[in-house]
């Protein structure tokens, strides 16, 4: 009977597109993110911005909020809490970490989250998921994280004060989004992209509003900041979300998190040629690093040896 099992896993996981690319294309979508983070983190303070992007995405998904709460009330209790940690640590916590590190840096500088959060997700996959990495894995992981961190930095020897506190709070948004892409592996082998996309939205506007009366933050906004407010909840934040859950549920966590080294890039790209932010020419190679290396892991995954073998993970 195990072996039948067996069989049939890997019969229907052969017959699962590789949806690495909508991964990398989600991600891409939230590096739009900071024409409207950076501008309206000048205005308002972080948790401000995170409740009212919470309220707004929460209110665009209300027809779908009943049948999400079905499948919540019929989920396990570890895929509960595994949607709490999404919803509060991912969702809240980490985009008001990430907005405030927009307030303290440059549009470039709050990127250096992404160079941690692939060791992170690796480490609790192959805890949680049991995904195995072969050992032609670190050949794109690490110049991927190299180019990752010459990004984020104009002098990557020279890390001042103000922008390694933006570093410092950079981190700590990669540690929530990185053992968020976990959970979100895990609860997306019986949920639904959907259910589990309204349901990281409505337990995360809660917790976004706890953050703003612990922090004593202004709840109103102003007219002019409702339509930068929308955009950023509506593109970025749910359309981007929305298609990282559907390429998510057939793609192993760890190759996940190299996709999303796409977000670095793009933001990198709108912040030089949008944002007035200019780029020194390790900054430049670091975007060739990441480009070579996330390309380079896509073809390979498409072989017939590819490197993370998803095969007899745990759900």
Request: glycine share 8%; aromatic share 6%; proline share 5%.
């Amino acid at each position: 009977m195990a072996r039948a099992a067996g069989a049939l896993h890997r019969f229907v996981t052969d017959r699962i597109p590789d949806r690495t690319w909508l991964v990398a294309l989600a991600a891409a979508l939230w590096g739009t993110d900071g024409l409207l983070r950076k501008p309206l983190s000048g205005e308002l303070a972080a948790s401000t911005v995170v409740l009212w992007e919470h309220l707004i995405i929460v209110l665009a998904l209300l027809p779908w909020l009943p049948t999400a709460l079905r499948a919540l009330r019929a989920a396990t209790a570890r895929e509960r809490w595994a949607l709490v940690g999404i919803g509060v640590g991912a969702s809240a916590v980490a985009t008001a970490l990430f907005t405030q590190a927009f307030r303290l840096g440059d549009p470039v500088t709050p990127l250096v989250l992404q160079k941690l959060q692939p060791v992170i997700a690796i480490a609790v996959a192959a805890w949680l998921l049991g995904e195995r990495l072969r050992r032609g894995y670190w050949l794109f992981a690490v110049p991927a994280l190299l180019g990752a961190w010459l990004m984020a930095f104009a002098d990557p020897l020279d890390v001042r004060l103000r922008a390694a506190a933006a570093a410092l709070l950079s981190i700590a948004a990669a540690v929530l989004w990185a053992v968020g892409t976990v959970l979100g592996r895990l609860v997306s082998e019986r949920l639904s992209s959907r259910d589990i996309t309204v349901l990281r939205f409505v337990i995360g506007l809660p917790a976004a509003a706890v953050v703003v009366l612990a922090q004593g933050a202004p709840v109103a906004v102003t007219a002019a900041q409702i339509g930068p407010l929308v955009a950023l909840g509506l593109v970025p934040g749910l359309l981007g979300l929305a298609l990282y859950y559907r390429g998510l549920h057939s793609t192993a966590a760890s190759r996940a998190t190299l996709a999303e080294l796409a977000f670095p890039l793009t933001a990198a790209l709108l912040g030089v040629g949008l944002l007035g932010a200019s780029l020194s020419w390790t900054q430049l190679l670091g975007m060739a690093v990441v480009v070579a290396s996330v390309t380079a892991l896509g073809l390979r995954e498409r072989s017939e040896r590819p490197v993370v073998d998803t095969v007899g993970a745990a759900a």
